[in-house]
């Protein structure tokens, strides 16, 4: 009777872990997440450093003088960078739906049983993985036949389509949404979109917010495109613009004779090349920063859709 009192009151449950396997948990975590967290401290300090401490000194994490040399640098050319800011911010964010809904309706088709077709069109995805065309073939269709060299529409639709998520949204349709309640909703009267649209989207938020989030972050940090499609630089990403300035600070640096050059035009060589590259990185990380916090409450919303309250 003592020994049913005790596990009704919970004093000792079976799950719960011991004092030292819950401290070595939280040290373990603990200790990675400061892992991840000082080198970009050191990043920022460094980007706010005075340029002669940094090459006297080396990377401080408390440098004994402070700078807003880089950043002012960076930005004597503010429109191109908030224009590309622009651009980045477009292409993440109407790249990352038209993903979502491309390959959801892709992978939820062939994740049915009574899709005659699920096999071959799985097997055409999955071939993708193991086959490519090549680089040239893949440039000239999209600047021959679909003509979008130097259109922002270069920069996403490359993009849109991953095998690999196609393949997990098929895994994640297949053994977690219900045959059951697809029939119950066909017996009601529902058709396939009413299905997919009220039913299948709201039980997949989880594999739908780690689908976004890869994608969010895959086109956010792309320059590739950007550098093959794109000549004008209208329409470049915030990551290929420092990409190039990343560049053009290097050959300046290690060609004497342009250096030369501009010094008898007049011009002004000095600049903070390694506080530069620093400060490059805190720009080009940018509002992506945000963007698993706000995917985070969707993992956990998706967790509780659809489980079984009593």
């Not at 989207?201 to 950007?226: C, E, H, K, M, R």
């Not at 400060?279 to 698993?292: C, K, S």
Request: aromatic share 16%; glycine share 6%; charged share 10%.
């Amino acid at each position: 009777m003592e020994t049913a009192s005790k596990s009704a009151s919970g004093s000792n449950p079976k799950n719960q872990l011991s004092r030292p396997s819950a401290f070595g948990i939280h040290f373990f975590f603990i200790l990675y997440s400061l892992l991840c967290i000082i080198p970009l401290f050191l990043i920022i300090m460094v980007s706010i450093s005075d340029e002669s401490a940094v090459i006297r000194e080396g990377y401080q994490f408390f440098p004994s003088s402070y700078d807003l040399g880089a950043y002012l640098f960076l930005f004597k050319d503010a429109t191109q960078i908030f224009r590309s800011y622009g651009i980045s911010i477009f292409v993440t964010v109407v790249g990352t739906l038209l993903s979502l809904i491309v390959m959801a309706l892709y992978a939820y088709p062939i994740s049915r049983s009574d899709f005659p077709h699920a096999k071959p069109f799985t097997f055409f995805v999955f071939f993708t993985m193991l086959f490519g065309g090549g680089l040239v073939p893949w440039y000239l269709v999209y600047v021959q036949m679909l003509d979008l060299k130097d259109s922002i529409w270069a920069l996403i639709i490359p993009l849109i389509i991953s095998a690999f998520f196609v393949l997990i949204m098929r895994t994640f349709f297949m053994t977690t949404i219900p045959s059951a309640v697809l029939e119950s909703a066909k017996i009601d009267g529902a058709g396939e979109l009413m299905i997919f649209m009220r039913i299948v989207l709201p039980l997949s938020l989880p594999v739908l917010a780690t689908v976004a989030l890869f994608q969010t972050l895959t086109y956010w940090n792309d320059w590739f495109l950007s550098l093959v499609f794109i000549t004008k630089d209208a329409n470049i990403t915030v990551q290929y613009l420092m990409y190039k300035t990343m560049l053009n600070i290097q050959f300046l640096a290690n060609n004497t004779t342009a250096a030369a050059a501009i010094q008898a035009a007049g011009g002004s060589f000095r600049f903070p090349s390694e506080t530069v590259r620093m400060a490059m990185v805190i720009v080009g990380i940018g509002p992506i920063i945000f963007a698993y916090p706000f995917f985070q409450k969707y993992f956990v919303r998706g967790l509780t859709v659809g489980a079984v309250k009593g």
